[in-house]
């Protein structure tokens, strides 16, 4: 249980930093201490014999889970009630009068604190009593996966096997293929539908299709749908997506459909909706896709046979089957055995054993991805699997999936079944950024101290650890293998909210019809989704993280006992009451059009705040409170597109790893030593004339991994030789590097300049005068290579040589009409993405697929 032993280090932590205000008091919160850390060995023993349905230890866990969000808040309500008595002394007269009763404001609050740790130890003497009662006994904690993982070994072996494991899908995909594509034999729009039960695999076999035949049209997109969705919304995103644009101000339904046919009117374009619920979804959106007789497509996925024969009576359904069982075989092996040599055999007895594993899962992939993955973190022996197998009760006819997945949960340790209920605050099929989710985690203090380690490498390890046990899909990666984003199967997503309920973990509105039975608990966790702003009122004031999708609330000095507040997709906002909001550690507000904090806001309050994330958000005033700059815990600051003007002097940002984006000082003078553990950087160039203030930056920051740089696009601004070649500046770590604006006409490409281990380059309007293919083919580390619109000015790319290593390649390129990759070059490539349609790639015969 992570709440005991986060509350065990918040205790500790409370006894030095109020060490001499505690006074008389401190007797009572070493106390709790003490017991709870005794508690703590008995946790494991307990949650086996609830899990066995022992109703008495069920009953002992939720009474010391009580216990523990009891103390939590007491502890928070007293830091706050420090916080704003000494705020509002602050505000009062500066005499020394007025400066004298600060002590004995104060007695109050500790004999408040006082009295309630004295309710608290009467519980805790009874549930350490009842323990014994109970017979339950202290066992030795589960720590041995953390232990396992090495992460930077880790991430170059996960690289590898975490992709998309397809078994049994070939012939599916190349029928739907034909399908899409043979616009001669059905000129007309077609809607084409892939039914299934959930964890068939449909998701899936819809991406592969798209990602194969989406250079064959014009326009084209793929969106979730989902259980919950508003056709405006829809409309909007498929809008967004089809132009590359941010959501404007909201618009009537009607307007929507307009624009939407209008944009894609006279195009060949193929449209994909994934998970549809709605029998009326197709009657509500046909006339937003004009019929052109050009061979455009729409493709749905859904659950439901009903739903697919109402989109297009003359196409039938395509029903995907399930695995027979010698592929239900391969699939389970592939996912138990992921570092398996080709070639190397499994031993008779674990055949024998995988066999009748994998055939209880009755052919659905999902249930045999997920086993597998509970199978490889085990030892290959006949003992460790048929444990597993002997675990599960086979006997349920119809229950074996749900079984599995609940069985996948069940078999994780505490630290790792809180990271993953935390997952449920997450909309269906949402796009998660793993670095979002990983401060998220250490913001709630559900991540595990281990070792030397930090918090994040940590949290790193327990997401890798979801993955290997198939409960989080990679959707894409960093080029130094690290996760970039992922998402959660929503069968897997069900079981975390329903387990989540159960533990009083996390409450979801609106949970389907259901939503309003839980509506009478102490929320510690909500995810308010779908516009169901009427359920803010059920919302708990001891509520630790609060997610808002779609809609913000009137005032957040409600909820004062926050550590994480994320808010996407709120058109309009204003931050009222949110400098009350001491506690908190993680803000997040994510692709909302318009943010204003308001006039009395100072952001210096947020004295504990470790993480600002402003992605996609435009601020009303186009900067910040300049009261952000002086939280010392402050860790990361992504201020979004649009960048802060100036930051001030003389400030202490010694623990920020990421600051983007910032205007670049007017001058030499700045406060850049107080930033010296930066990693991540990014900078906007608006001046011509202090490149100096840039190379002094640069130069100041000896941890720094990643640089990212832009000018405006007027010609006399231009990147010089020191900014293009980092080498130039003491720095020898970096491994990213992304330049948006045009050279200086005396800068020559050469591969030698560039730092020796960089991974990833990415180049904007560069206007280079030469084929920049020759030199880049050089760069020995690299792996990932996007190249932008006027990069090149010729007809024509030519990569001779090279690329050792590449695995990723993105082009959209202004000018050139043929890209072509000579024999033997990139032997590594994965993945090549051509986003203009005027470039021809020519390639050989090895890597001729990705032309097609």
């Not at 880790?154 to 397809?166: C, F, G, L, P, S």
């Not at 913001?443 to 930090?454: F, V």
């Not at 929320?523 to 993280?545: G, I």
């Not at 006992?561 to 994510?590: F, N, Q």
Request: hydrophobic share 40%.
């Amino acid at each position: 249980m992570s709440l005991v032993s986060f509350v065990v280090g918040k205790l500790s932590d409370f006894m030095v930093k109020e060490a001499e205000l505690l006074g008389g008091v401190r007797q009572q919160v070493e106390w709790a201490n003490r017991e709870l850390k005794r508690i703590q060995c008995c946790l494991r023993d307990a949650d086996t014999k609830r899990r066995k349905g022992d109703a008495r230890a069920e009953n002992w866990l939720n009474e010391l889970r009580g216990v523990a969000f009891r103390i939590e808040d007491v502890i928070d309500t007293f830091y706050l009630e420090l916080e704003e008595n000494s705020h509002n002394n602050r505000h009062r007269d500066r005499s020394v009068l007025h400066k004298i009763p600060k002590l004995s404001e104060e007695v109050p609050i500790l004999h408040k604190l006082g009295t309630e740790l004295g309710a608290i130890q009467k519980l805790l003497e009874e549930i350490s009593k009842s323990k014994d009662d109970y017979a339950i006994e202290p066992l030795q904690d589960q720590g041995k996966e953390l232990d396992a993982v090495v992460l930077p070994q880790r991430r170059a072996a996960y690289h590898d096997v975490d992709e998309t494991e397809v078994v049994g899908l070939d012939d599916d995909r190349n029928n739907i293929l034909q399908l899409l594509l043979n616009s001669k034999a059905i000129p007309r729009r077609a809607i084409i539908t892939i039914v299934g039960a959930g964890g068939l695999g449909k998701t899936t076999l819809a991406r592969m299709v798209y990602n194969r035949a989406k250079i064959d049209f014009k326009h084209h997109l793929m969106l979730s749908v989902s259980q919950q969705f508003s056709l405006s919304n829809l409309l909007t995103k498929m809008i967004c997506e089809l132009e590359g644009s941010k959501p404007k101000k909201k618009q009537e339904v009607g307007h929507l459909i307009s624009d939407l046919r209008k944009l894609l009117s006279s195009k060949r374009y193929m449209i994909i909706l994934d998970d549809v619920w709605e029998i009326d979804l197709w009657e509500q959106l046909k006339h937003a896709l004009p019929d052109d007789k050009n061979g455009s497509r729409v493709l749905m996925t859904s659950r439901f046979m009903n739903v697919a024969k109402s989109a297009d009576s003359k196409m039938t359904p395509y029903k995907l089957a399930f695995l027979n069982e010698k592929k239900s075989l391969d699939l389970f092996l592939k996912k138990a055995l992921p570092y398996q040599e080709p070639g190397e055999e499994c031993s008779s007895d674990l055949l024998e054993l995988a066999d009748k594993l994998s055939k209880k899962c009755k052919g659905l992939p999902l249930a045999l991805i997920v086993l597998g993955g509970i199978i490889s973190t085990r030892d290959k022996t006949f003992h460790d699997w048929k444990r597993v197998s002997d675990t599960l009760d086979w006997h349920e006819e119809g229950k074996d999936c749900m079984q599995v997945l609940a069985m996948s949960y069940e078999d994780m340790p505490y630290y790792l079944k809180a990271c993953f209920l935390f997952l449920a605050s997450f909309p269906e099929d949402y796009l998660i950024y793993a670095r979002s989710l990983i401060s998220m985690w250490v913001a709630e203090g559900i991540i595990p101290r281990h070792g030397k380690r930090t918090m994040e490498d940590t949290a790193e390890v327990c997401l890798e650890q979801l993955v290997q046990r198939s409960l989080v899909q990679v959707s894409s990666r960093h080029a130094d293998g690290s996760i970039k984003c992922c998402r959660v199967h929503d069968l897997l997503r069900d079981l975390a909210m329903h387990e989540g309920i159960k533990e009083n973990f996390v409450s979801v509105f609106p949970k389907l019809q259901d939503s309003v039975n839980h509506l009478d608990r102490v929320t510690r966790r909500a995810s308010l989704q779908s516009n169901c702003a009427e359920f803010v009122e059920y919302v708990s004031p001891t509520t630790r993280s609060l997610f808002l999708f779609g809609q913000g609330i009137p005032m957040y000095s409600d909820f004062k006992l926050l550590r994480i507040l994320e808010i996407v997709g709120v058109r309009e906002i204003e931050l009222r009451g949110l400098d009350r909001l001491i506690h908190l550690k993680y803000l997040g507000i994510r692709n909302c059009f318009w943010l204003e904090f308001s006039n009395d806001c100072s952001l210096s309050r947020l004295k504990n705040l470790e993480t600002l994330d402003l992605r996609g958000t435009n601020l009303v005033d186009g900067d910040i409170p300049m009261g952000l700059w002086t939280i010392g815990t402050l860790r990361h600051a992504i201020c979004g597109t649009v960048p802060v003007y100036a930051l001030p002097f003389n400030v202490d940002l010694r623990n920020l790893q990421t600051l983007q984006f910032i205007c670049v000082p007017d001058t030499r003078k700045t406060h850049l030593p107080c930033v010296k553990n930066l990693r991540k950087l990014g900078l906007d160039h608006r001046r011509a004339n202090n490149w100096d203030g840039v190379v002094h930056l640069l130069g100041t920051l000896p941890h720094l991994l990643s640089i990212t740089l832009r000018t405006t696009g007027r010609e006399e601004y231009y990147i010089p030789l020191e900014i293009v070649y980092p080498t130039m500046i003491p720095n020898q770590n970096l491994q990213s590097l992304t330049l948006w604006g045009r050279w200086s006409e005396s800068v020559t490409l050469e591969a030698g300049l560039f730092p020796p281990h960089l991974i990833k380059l990415s180049l904007n309007d560069s206007e280079l005068r030469q084929d920049p293919m020759l030199e880049l083919g050089k760069l020995k580390n690299l792996k990932k290579l996007k190249l932008y619109a006027l990069v090149y000015g010729g007809m024509e790319m030519i990569c001779p040589a090279g690329f050792p290593v590449l695995e990723n390649l993105f082009i959209c390129l202004d000018c050139v009409r043929s890209f072509t990759v000579k024999e033997g070059v990139m032997p590594k490539l994965k993945h090549l993405q051509n986003d203009n349609s005027h470039t021809i790639l020519n390639m050989p015969p090895e890597l001729e697929h990705f032309s097609k």
